[in-house]
Structure formats: C-alpha cells, structure tokens
C-alpha cells in the first residue's frame, strides 16, 4: 500500500504543481522549457509507476473490503467507461463540438473513469486510487477554469473530430470490455 500512496504522491504532486502557473513559469525560465518538460515526463512516469507496482503489490496481499457495490452500478460504470472514452479521444482529436462544450475533455474523461471505478469496487486500494485522481481532476479542472491561457473556443456544430472520438472511445471501450482489461489488469470487466 504504502508504493501506492507514494505513486499517488508523486503523480499528484507534479501534476498540481503546473497549476501554479507563475512557478512553473520560474523554473522554466532557470532550467529552459525542454529540460522543464523532460523531468515533468520522467517524475509523472515515476508517478505512474508506483501506482501500479503499488496498486498490483495491493491486490496481491488480498484486499481490504470496505462495502460491496451493489451490482446494478458494475451496470452503471460500463456505460459511464464509454463516455470517459469517447472524452479521452475528444482530448487528441481534432477540435469540435465535444470538445468545445466539455472544454477539457481529458480532465472531465479522468473524472467519469475515476468515478465508474469507485462505483464499481468497494475495496480500500480502490477508494484510495481512484478517489485521489477523482479529486485530482476536480482540482485541476477548477485551476484550468480560473487560466486565461486555457479557454477552448466553443464549436456550434458536430464535426469529423466529434465522429472521431466517438469512433476510438467506442472501439477502446469494447476492446477493455472484450478483454484488454484483463489482459493489462488482471481483472475481466464482466463475469
């Protein structure tokens, strides 16, 4: 547990410390943006790292029950998993609608994923995991809010972006649900 609390940790820390903009602005400034970006990358990969030594060392030892969800929101989180999806692709696809009225369609996608796998699993590795990057994402989706650099100009129609995102969150989700889930995770999404 403590891998995973210290990937939490580390993940969190680099992540929040870009919404202190005139900070972040400092050290780019001393070390250059390359170098800035670089150690951005390789503190975030350690980050993630730990979290899943973490979290699988968790699941190893056996874990720790705090409720049992009830299975109608197993039924409920596959359905919130294909909107996260078709956001994370909205995230890289070309600028449109879903993209315009979301305004950061990566954060609002971390969002609905942590939350779907909080209804889904009552253990204490769960909670922990995905209750910390829940709150992460609200915090950071409240910082990017209050940036004058981060408005997303709204879009009016759908566009080819939108069918695009649409088409990968559909194709990734089935692909988890047909068994990548699984196979990266260990665990099988149904039965």
């Known amino acids: ?17 870009t919404t202190f903009r005139a900070e972040r602005a400092a050290v780019i400034g001393r070390v250059g943006e390359i ?9 975030s990969l350690a980050g993630i790292v730990l979290i899943v030594h973490g979290f699988g060392a968790y699941r190893s030892a056996g ?5 049992d969800p009830p299975v109608a929101l197993r039924h409920v989180a596959l359905l ?12 890289y696809a070309p600028s449109g609608l879903i993209k315009g009225a979301v305004k950061h369609p990566m954060l609002a996608g971390v969002k609905i994923w942590a939350l779907a796998h909080l209804l889904a699993n009552g253990d204490l590795g769960s909670v922990l995991l ?13 910082a990017v809010k209050r940036r004058a650099d981060a408005v997303v100009p709204p879009r009016s129609g759908w566009t080819q972006g939108d069918w695009i995102a649409c088409a990968v969150g559909v194709i990734a989700w089935a692909a988890f649900i047909g068994g990548l889930h699984r196979l ?5 999404v149904i039965g």
Not at 1 to 17: C, N, P, Q, R
Not at 63 to 67: A, D, M, V
Request: aromatic letters at 18%; hydrophobic letters at 70%.
């Open 1 to 17: 547990m403590l891998l995973l609390i210290l990937g939490l940790a580390v993940f969190v820390t680099a992540h929040t410390f």
């Open 35 to 43: 170098p800035y970006k670089i150690a951005y990358s390789l503190v």
């Open 63 to 67: 874990y720790i029950p705090l409720w």
């Open 80 to 91: 919130l998993m294909l909107v996260s999806f078709i956001l994370l692709a909205a995230a």
């Open 130 to 142: 995905f209750g910390t990057l829940l709150a992460w994402a609200v915090y950071d989706r409240i």
């Open 184 to 188: 990266l995770f260990g665990v099988g």
